[in-house]
């Protein structure tokens, strides 16, 4: 069974990076899919923030391409997520996924953490 | 905004179908057979329902279905029961320079 794990800071201050990683168990990255990071806004939708591949290959939201860094350690078998000069906007709930083919398809999901920026 | 459009709300009774409808452009939803549905109930992650327009992952009840038809999708839940009651995203790829759109969601209420 696919399972994902999300962890870091549940608080960051705004302007500061946003650090997030993603534990995978029962299944290693290296073997195939994507792998992505999704956030909600409290009570709003989902905005799919990037994926990436195994081999380091990384795809972008447009809208946040220049302040996200998706990187993996497969040593680890787990992916991070790094979001600069961050504001209020950026509070939400953060979800680390598998992406089947890299076409908004999340099969397996984290539970979430929710990161709360403020001063 | 969201880039896909979906209804914020939509009911039925147990027993009967709802159609959750899905509308994009031919950018996204028209351009490419990559729609996929969410089942979220609060507090919890989402879940795949339906990807690829139309297909179900393993276990996935089949009162579940999706279709497309231009630039617009839909998923029908068939046979409603209390538990289908949910938020419902519906996402899809949005090409080489954005692979993933979402829409705003819709709120479920089996009456």
């Known amino acids: 069974q696919v399972q994902l794990q999300e962890s870091g800071p549940g608080l960051v201050k705004p302007s500061e990076t946003l650090s997030l990683t993603c534990a995978v168990s029962?299944?290693?990255?290296?073997?195939?899919?994507?792998w992505g990071w999704i956030r909600q806004p409290p009570g709003k939708g989902l905005e799919w923030i990037g994926s990436?591949?195994?081999?380091?290959?990384?795809y972008y939201n447009p809208s946040l391409k220049s302040r996200v860094i998706i990187s993996v350690d497969t040593s680890k078998n787990q992916f991070s997520l790094k979001l600069s000069s961050v504001t209020a906007a950026d509070t939400a709930v953060y979800y680390c996924?598998?992406?089947?083919?890299?076409?908004?398809?999340?099969?397996?999901w984290g539970q979430g953490t929710l990161v709360t920026v403020s001063s | 905004q969201s880039a896909l459009t979906q209804p914020p709300s939509a009911s039925g009774s147990p027993g009967q179908s709802v159609t959750i409808s899905c509308t994009g452009t031919?950018?996204?939803?028209?351009?490419?057979?990559?729609v996929s549905w969410y089942q979220q109930h609060p507090g919890k992650a989402p879940k795949l329902m339906i990807y690829?327009?139309?297909k179900r992952p393993s276990g996935v009840p089949d009162r579940f279905s999706g279709s497309k038809s231009g630039n617009t999708a839909s998923l029908t839940v068939s046979g409603l029961q209390a538990e289908d009651e949910a938020d419902y995203y519906c996402?899809?790829?949005?090409?080489?320079?954005?692979?993933?759109?979402f829409g705003g969601g819709t709120k479920l209420t089996v009456l």
């Open positions: 029962g299944y290693s990255i290296r073997s195939d899919y994507y």
């Open positions: 690829e327009v139309s």
């Open positions: 996402s899809s790829y949005g090409g080489s320079n954005n692979r993933g759109v």
């Open positions: 031919s950018s996204d939803v028209g351009g490419y057979n990559y």
């Open positions: 990436m591949y195994q081999s380091g290959s990384t």
């Open positions: 996924a598998r992406d089947r083919a890299l076409t908004a398809s999340f099969d397996y």
